[in-house]
């Protein structure tokens, strides 16, 4: 069992315990990591994130071109909701055959073989509607912390289980999506794709 794998494992043991304890907003918080490390793990496998969570300084230009942005803008991968927003824009990239400018020719190798791995390994519509799901969670969950002081009813109680419970699953559907991606070509090392040291 890898490192990845072990974390998972105490992650979901300490989310098993926060619910069957009726620590809701625990178990919330901890599906919310489990998704943002889902999330960055689809990125680093592309190689487009590095081990800090920064953007990949070799593909940069092109990155912009694929996820829409300005020459000017600078990167926020931070968030939960521009992880899906980036990867969103992979799978257009890839589905819609878009041809982008590259200057050198091994940046086009490696954007042609990202499209490849993305095509052979991912379930677009699997993707789309597990994200589609993630941003209706999120919504909840939001409006949940930043009632946190307010709840004053079993109803708003339940609700907390009920958004922990379909966390759950999301977070299940979206390993399994990140799983498949993970075969095949490894991007990172075909490339040259380096970490950051400390």
Sequence with gaps: MSGNEKLYEEYLKKYDTAINNGFYIEAICIIYAILESELYKFLYLSGCINNKGD?????????????????????????????????????????????????????????????????????????????????????????????????????????????????LKLCNELRDIVNEYQNGVNLRIKYKIQDVKD
Excluded at 71 to 80: A, G, L, R, W
Excluded at 92 to 102: G, L, P, S
Excluded at 141 to 162: G, P, Q, W
Aim: aromatic share 12%; charged share 35%.
């Design 55 to 167: 953007v990949t300084k070799k593909f940069k230009k092109e990155y912009k071109e694929i996820w829409h942005l300005k020459e000017t803008y600078k990167f926020n991968i931070k968030n939960i909701s521009s992880k899906r927003k980036y990867i969103l824009a992979f799978l257009e990239f890839a589905d819609n055959n878009i041809i982008i400018n590259c200057d050198i020719k091994k940046h086009e190798d490696y954007f042609n073989d990202l499209k490849g791995k993305l095509c052979n390994n991912v379930n677009f519509s699997k993707v789309r509607s597990n994200f589609s799901k993630m941003e209706k969670w999120c919504d909840i969950r939001n409006k949940i912390i930043h009632r946190l002081l307010k709840v004053k009813s079993d109803k708003e109680y339940v609700n907390m289980e009920a958004c922990a419970k379909d966390g």
